[in-house]
């Protein structure tokens, strides 16, 4: 039984350092900061913006449903049923400007950083398959000159002609040598 909680704990502290669960609290912690940059931009520059042409803030922006909307000032309590469109509206330019600057500022140059990355490796893929190939050709050339310059370069034996055999064809050793003995 202490061995299962042994390896549930070992196993924990393996899901706990593994570099996806840090990356993802770093993002968190750095998403919390850049939320608050975003809300300063909302209210600092496009709710201005906005009041230029009506009301300061987005959030005075409001409908209302039924009956007339006063709100008493003695208790802060509104009467009829208020709709705060401009608080929703507010709400959808902050998500949009983040949108925005993570995709342009983040995404977009991690995709082309990780496509010139990918194509900068495939064609080291390919050089390195021309390699092995061009090295696999000399090496059966070198083989076959081995075996011509053997066989005294009189057609081979059993009428094989001058071309090597591969292991295990045919049947028994190769000319030159001993048999097995």
């Not at 005294?152 to 292991?167: K, N, S």
Request: charged share 20%; with cysteine; aromatic share 6%.
């Amino acid at each position: 039984m202490s061995e299962k909680k042994v390896s549930l704990l070992e196993g924990f502290k393996a899901f706990l350092t593994r570099g996806n669960v840090i990356d993802l609290g770093v993002a968190v912690v750095i998403g919390a900061a850049f939320t608050n940059i975003v809300n300063a931009v909302v209210k600092g520059v496009i709710n201005p913006l906005v009041g230029a042409f009506g009301t300061q803030d987005l959030d005075n922006y409001t409908s209302c449903l039924r009956g007339p909307c006063t709100t008493d000032p003695a208790t802060g309590r509104t009467d009829g049923i208020e709709i705060l469109w401009g608080s929703v509206l507010s709400a959808t330019l902050s998500f949009l400007i983040t949108g925005a600057v993570v995709y342009f500022l983040m995404v977009l140059p991690m995709a082309k950083y990780l496509a010139r990355r990918a194509a900068s490796h495939a064609a080291k893929e390919g050089v390195q398959e021309t390699m092995e190939v061009s090295e696999l050709e000399v090496l059966k050339e070198i083989r076959d000159a081995l075996v011509a310059q053997r066989d005294g370069g009189a057609g081979g034996v059993g009428g094989m002609g001058t071309g090597a055999r591969e292991p295990g064809e045919g049947g028994g050793p190769l000319p030159g040598r001993d048999g097995g003995r």
